[in-house]
């Protein structure tokens, strides 16, 4: 079924891609999009595993955008490897058509903060606008990715530096790539799991040469007894060189506590390729890790 649901959403992008392209003098302008990444992670107590996507969830993706004379632009975009457990286990990352800064309609990723701990996928209709005061970016969408999957309002308001996210309806957070800041991506739980609220804030700032984020999520109204509802908490610090990055974070949950540090890098290769090491302690012991090759362009 959900092959079918991914295989009908991506043929009708590319149909509405193909009816305009016959429509419009010039042809669109059509590039090729790459985010490849190589993950060999690791758990304690497990071997190591290949995976095309990262120690997150976040997947490995290739995709076609065409921008069209009218400002209208398509995209579709597939993800290397299907997520090997969670409610979306799809091939197809995205495939929509927008009016960029105003609407977008198709398979997108839902504007939650900024995919840094809820990251999900699902069938919407968006909008984009500012607010009248102070000209601050809101944007809405309202999604239906099937049953026992996420459905409902999705919202974000505030700007890079700054913003507050809301996520109500119906399973919510049960995909692989989300809450990947405390789980492994292949302990997502499937159809029917997750939450129906879920409530966030983002601050981003630079302190000279580093960047400071902090960021809260809170979780609640589980859809089983399994889903316990819990609040995150998510401290960050980053600096970089020349041709390197670093990142030391640290999160915790409550009301089941849990506390975990994380050491990441990323060294540049070339323009287009990094290496990026990272490293997880749970309650003072490694719990797992991961050494990502990404190629970009």
Same mark, same amino acid.
């Given at each position: 079924?959900?092959?079918?649901?991914?295989?009908?959403?991506?043929?009708?992008?590319?149909?509405?891609?193909?009816? #305009?392209?016959?429509?419009?003098?010039?042809?669109?302008?059509?590039?090729? %999009?790459?985010?490849?990444?190589?993950?060999?992670?690791?758990?304690?107590?497990?071997?190591?595993? #290949?995976?095309?996507?990262? #120690?997150?969830?976040?997947?490995?993706?290739?995709?076609? /955008?065409?921008?069209?004379?009218?400002?209208?632009?398509?995209?579709?975009?597939?993800?290397?490897?299907?997520?090997?457990?969670? /409610?979306?286990?799809?091939?197809?990352?995205?495939?929509?058509?927008?009016?960029?800064?105003?609407?977008?309609?198709? %398979?997108?990723?839902?504007?939650?903060?900024?995919?840094?701990?809820?990251?999900?996928?699902?069938?919407?209709?968006?909008?984009?606008?500012?607010?009248?005061?102070?000209?601050?970016?809101?944007?809405?969408?309202?999604?239906?990715?099937?049953?026992? @999957?996420?459905?409902?309002?999705?919202?974000?308001?505030?700007?890079?530096?700054?913003?507050?996210?809301?996520?109500?309806?119906?399973?919510?957070?049960?995909?692989?790539?989300?809450?990947?800041?405390?789980?492994?991506?292949?302990?997502?739980?499937?159809?029917?799991?997750?939450?129906?609220?879920?409530?966030?804030?983002?601050?981003?700032? @630079?302190?000279? /040469?580093?960047?400071?984020?902090?960021?809260?999520?809170?979780?609640?109204?589980?859809?089983?007894?399994?889903?316990?509802?819990?609040?995150?908490?998510?401290?960050?610090?980053?600096?970089?060189?020349?041709?390197?990055?670093?990142?030391?974070?640290?999160?915790?949950?409550?009301?089941?506590?849990?506390?975990? #540090?994380?050491?990441?890098?990323?060294?540049?290769?070339?323009?287009? /390729?990094?290496?990026?090491?990272?490293?997880?302690?749970?309650?003072? @012991?490694?719990?797992?890790?991961?050494?990502?090759?990404?190629?970009?362009?």
């Amino acid at each position: 079924m959900a092959r079918g649901v991914s295989i009908g959403i991506a043929f009708s992008g590319l149909l509405s891609v193909a009816n #305009l392209a016959a429509a419009q003098s010039p042809s669109p302008d059509v590039r090729v %999009k790459v985010d490849a990444l190589a993950s060999v992670q690791f758990s304690e107590g497990g071997s190591g595993r #290949l995976r095309l996507f990262d #120690l997150y969830g976040r997947p490995g993706t290739v995709g076609l /955008t065409a921008q069209f004379e009218s400002g209208l632009k398509a995209y579709l975009s597939q993800r290397l490897q299907r997520p090997v457990s969670g /409610t979306d286990r799809e091939f197809v990352d995205e495939v929509y058509l927008e009016d960029e800064g105003l609407w977008r309609v198709g %398979k997108q990723v839902l504007p939650f903060g900024y995919r840094s701990t809820f990251f999900e996928s699902a069938l919407a209709v968006r909008g984009e606008t500012n607010l009248i005061l102070e000209g601050i970016p809101f944007v809405v969408a309202v999604c239906d990715a099937g049953p026992g @999957r996420m459905r409902g309002v999705v919202g974000r308001v505030g700007s890079q530096s700054l913003s507050v996210s809301i996520a109500g309806g119906q399973h919510f957070g049960a995909s692989a790539s989300s809450f990947g800041l405390i789980r492994l991506p292949e302990a997502a739980p499937g159809r029917g799991r997750g939450y129906g609220l879920v409530a966030g804030g983002e601050l981003i700032r @630079r302190i000279g /040469t580093y960047g400071l984020k902090i960021e809260v999520v809170s979780a609640q109204q589980g859809a089983t007894v399994d889903d316990r509802n819990f609040t995150l908490w998510d401290v960050s610090m980053s600096g970089r060189g020349r041709n390197w990055r670093w990142e030391i974070g640290a999160t915790r949950t409550n009301p089941v506590r849990n506390e975990i #540090l994380r050491l990441g890098a990323s060294f540049r290769v070339d323009d287009r /390729t990094s290496i990026e090491p990272v490293i997880r302690f749970r309650d003072g @012991r490694i719990s797992d890790g991961a050494l990502q090759v990404r190629f970009r362009f």
